[in-house]
């Protein structure tokens, strides 16, 4: 339970700082974080999947409402037309947030079963 | 087997990120655009965004400062052109980026790299690339380029403007590209010179493209020249035209003389069709581009002071082709819009005049048949001899494809826009040669840098007198009480109908024979009836003795003049009232006549309805308006039934419409008007049956639809990427007005700025653009200004006299600062 958490909050700390340094990062730096984390800390491949997805998905949904709720909704309510998720800004918060999550999730359990070996 | 475990994740994760980093078909790269650091979540602008800024760079003189107010709007404070230019670039960049390249690169053939060989069916190579640069796009834009390196001032001016566009591109990273780019999966590339000449040479095509060549000769060839004069008439009877009637007009240059053989070889009259048959469906210039101005003289306003109006209708677009900026320098202050990829004011006013343009619509595109002598296309017959093609090489690069080599033989016309390389809709194997004034290495942007630091009648004169393509009708006014309009480009002197049809390219005698001089350009200066105004008619009638070309248009200019006789005593508020003006003038020419001829009795009831509504209909195309919507739909259902039996060619050449009036002007003095029988009937239909038969068939079309006008004619502002993108588009806006109406709000087309400046000590002045500052949908200046564009109300347009008074009111300000 503690590995999880503590998986939970590397990736967590790593996929924010990949998001201030998105200047100097690519935009799939945070899972370049979700495999470290789970090269450093010894856990199943599920719970690791498990602790990365969901440290993500929260820290994306985060971001991405606060800078929805500072928009007013107003690009992700067009963006979700276009796409199309109905229009719905929560909709479109939550597949980005899922494809982050998922991102992560793989990244970490790589680096999981990668562990022993190395 | 961990280990193997591993890998296959591994490589799972990896072909995962890099499915998500990648376009796929129409989808753009997933991960990239829904990341919270550097996808469309970067392009979502917070409501309370700061726009100050501190900035430097070596290239420039002196520091700048840029106001920003409420709606956006910079105004630049510079101490000399070179430093406002940098700042104008760099906000264009800033706020416009995506649709300055987008327009440059479609102007330049060159969608294939961003969009792929094909975007659905429709091949962007054929359709647009090698349109574009068969056209000699590219090819004109370069010579202008060269051209520019004779004059510092505008070599200097160029430069400026585009470092300026330069350090903002040099500054962002792909989290910082606007959405678009990120949609399309491509990265902004450095601003050149080139790219500005290549808008510049957009807005050229935009305006003064005339295909109409090629339908005009298959419909002369399939009707002769008598009927074709009643179906394209020269001049309509009812012309109010700009410049009025019984000016008499003297000119240093004489009438240009046609060719010996031009009834038998190119009229046509002997029955000689050297040149015939072009399977060629042409890119036809909307009916709808247009624009109004004009300038009502102190004599006629409350003030005693000039009041200059100016609304240009052209593709309503978000983000907008305008950009509203202020520009002050020691030397002048002038304020207005200009063109996101160029410099200077295009349509404003500094503290001593102020300028508008119309387009001139008089043809300067024509096209020549080229016989070469063998396939290879190596020589071509000229005055009895065989002379050298040249040849042009474009390398249209295509996305995940080879590259695509267009060779162009140019010739003493042009470029050969149409040969057996080039004819995915051309089935006549023949070879086409375009002469455009475009391709004269105009100096467009020296007319309005002039412009902008204008300070009286001759001042403007020579400015507008660099603005060679296209012809536009530059209205002017004054503090000291002038007003002026000068019809102005380089125009060619023609006899009369040349360049209507495709000439022949093997007989010099059917070349442009001389440019118009400037002084014989029309105009008026401070005329008696105390205005000037233009609405794309014809600027004369046929004693000015140079032949105009070209479709214009006939009521707008009716209404307008109309208007202005009978004003006086005028305020800037009945200018806005005339300007959003829905009075439909044809209508009320056509009514009349409709309701004399239409037999009532073989009406039904629902018929009976209808017509009961247009009867009392108030002849203004407003919102609600059901008589609008009944007469649009009724002309032109009389419109089809009249022509399309005589015009359409059994072989389906391409022949093009009659133009909406000539119908009209037809009926009004010869009701048995040759056309009004149906061929395809054993019957003589009269003019009673046909009006009849298009009501009743008006009656079907129209059952069961909303009638209210605006829902029916659906005027939107479209994204430049168009239809996949409703989102980033405002549709179905609810405005009154439409064609041949003042307020020109139709279905894609509008009044793009409608601008009042009222030319008191202080200036006073008006104006709204349907969009907003900010290009960037994410933003709520994006498409800030529709709504009240859309009610017909205007933004009091602040004029900064000083930085002290910026200082206070601006809400942002963006310092630059040279690098010491």
Redesign the interface.
Known sequence: MIKFFATLLLVGLLGWL??LF??L?????F?VGA?IAGLAIPQK?FAAFFAAFLAVFLL?TF??WQ??E???G??????A??LPLG?SSWA?IM??AA??G??AG??A??GT??R??V | M??L??GI??I??IA??YA??TKLGPLPP???L???????????????KDFSLDLKSAKLKDEVSVYLDERLVPHIFAQNDHDAYFAQGYLHARFRLWQMEFQTHAASGRLCEIIGEKSGDVSVLEKRDRYFRRLGMVYAAERSVENMKKYPQQLEAIDAYTAGVNLYISQM?P?DFP?EYKMLDYAPEPWTPLKTALFLKYMSYDLSHDFDDFEYTNLKNHLGMDLFEKVFPIMADSLDPISPRGTVYQTSLSAAIAPASVDSLYLNRGGDTTIDGFAFKVEKRSTDIGSNNWVVGGAKTASGRPILCNDPHLSLNLPSLWFETQIHTPEYNTYGVGFPGAPAIIIGFNDSIAWGVTNAMRDVMDFYEVRFKDSTMNEYLYNGAWVKTEWRTEIIRIKNKADYVDKIPMTIWGPVMYDATYASDLKDNKAYAVRWTAHDAGLEMNAFMQLNRADNYNDYLQAIRNFQCPGQNFVFASKSNEIAWWQQASFPAKWRRQGDFVMPGWDSSYAWQTQIPNDDNIHMVNPERGFVSSANQLPADTTYPFYLGGEHDLYRGIIINRYLRQMSGITPADMQKMQTDNYNVMAETARPLLLKYIQRGRLDVKGKELLVKFESWDLRADIHSAGQTIFTEWYKELGKMVWLDDITRADSLPVGFPQAATLLEALLKDTAFVFLDDKHTSDKETIEDMITLSFEQTVRNLDGKQLGWAAFKATGVRHLLGG?????SRLQLPIGGGSNIINAATGNWGPSWRVIVHMTDETEAYGIYPGGQNGN????YYDQFVDKWTNGEYNKLWIIKNEAEAGGKAKWKIHFKPTA
């Open positions: 990949a998001y998105a200047d990062t690519p935009w799939w730096a899972a495999f491949a994306w971001l991405t800078i929805d500072a928009n007013n107003l690009l992700s309510g067009k963006m037309t276009i229009g479109l597949v980005s494809i982050g998922i991102t793989l990244a359990a790589t079963l990668l022993k070996k | 961990r280990f475990a591993a994740l591994g799972i994760t995962l990120i998500l980093d997933a991960g990239a829904l990341s919270p650091s550097h996808g469309l979540w970067k392009n979502a602008e917070p409501a309370d990273n989290a959405i996949s993108l409703a989102a980033f949908p994410g933003s709520k």
